[in-house]
């Protein structure tokens, strides 16, 4: 069974940088059958992806062209980790943020979905 | 980006009642489609993946079906716990997008 456990700051200044972690137990984060996700969700703006990273025989990086310029999501193989850096964090970042993993079938066409879902982590911006 | 439409927003409905949820992509996605379910303060939950495979652990009462653009998740009996929001998300192409969420309320 893999779960994910987050962990990092609930209450943020604006211009701040957000730096969550998520534990990974049960899988590794360099397995060849699996993406490491962040996803947010707010009332506003409701579910939304920014992006993830990857191990097939080197590290892959995307990223939701809204939050591309100022997000960082690093692996980290000596803790079995990744993790979601922000920069210059506003009000509209406010929201719950999830790490999750991408599963993907064994079978051809390979299919993949969003299996589990960390903890969320509530991040407040306000000044 | 794939745009996922996702109706009802809200829907009240009675314990023994036959709910359907749908939702439309604006384009062909496959059956890259899956569905979860969400209670308050809680992280999602996979009931469906690639449209119609029912989750190890699910109850029964949940089933998927569509591919391309036109997928629906249906609850044929609702059971007490099953009142909660659901959602789709597409994983068929980056950025991956969500369903805007169906909450499903007691009548």
């Known amino acids: 069974q893999v779960l994910l456990q987050q962990s990092g700051p609930g209450l943020m200044k604006p211009s701040q940088t957000l730096y969550l972690t998520c534990a990974i137990s049960g899988d590794s984060v360099s397995s060849n059958r699996a993406a490491w996700n962040w996803v947010r969700q707010s009332p506003s703006r409701g579910l939304e992806w920014l992006g993830r990273?990857?191990?097939?025989?080197?590290?892959?990086?995307d990223y939701a062209v809204s939050v591309r310029s100022r997000t960082t999501i690093n692996p980290d193989t000596s803790k079995n980790q990744f993790s979601l850096q922000l920069n210059s964090v506003t009000p509209e970042d406010t929201a719950v943020y999830y790490c999750?993993?991408?599963?993907?079938?064994?079978?051809?066409?390979?299919?993949?979905?969003?299996?589990?879902w960390g903890q969320g982590t509530l991040v407040t911006v306000s000044s | 980006d794939v745009q996922v439409t996702q109706s009802p927003s809200s829907l009240s409905a009675s314990v023994g009642d036959r709910v359907t949820i749908t939702c439309r992509a604006s384009q062909s996605i496959s059956t890259y489609l899956n569905w979860y379910q969400q209670k308050p303060g809680k992280a999602p939950n996979l009931l469906i993946y690639t449209a119609s495979n029912l989750q190890s652990g699910v109850p029964s009462g949940f089933s998927g079906s569509g591919s391309g653009t036109d997928f629906t998740l249906t609850i044929s009996s609702l059971q007490p716990d099953d009142f909660a929001t659901y959602f789709c998300?597409?994983?068929?192409?980056?950025?991956?997008?969500f369903g805007q969420g169906t909450k499903l309320e007691i009548k």
């Open positions: 990273t990857y191990y097939r025989s080197k590290w892959y990086y």
């Open positions: 999750v993993r991408q599963d993907y079938s064994r079978s051809v066409p390979i299919y993949n979905w969003f299996d589990p």
């Open positions: 998300l597409q994983t068929y192409s980056l950025p991956y997008t």
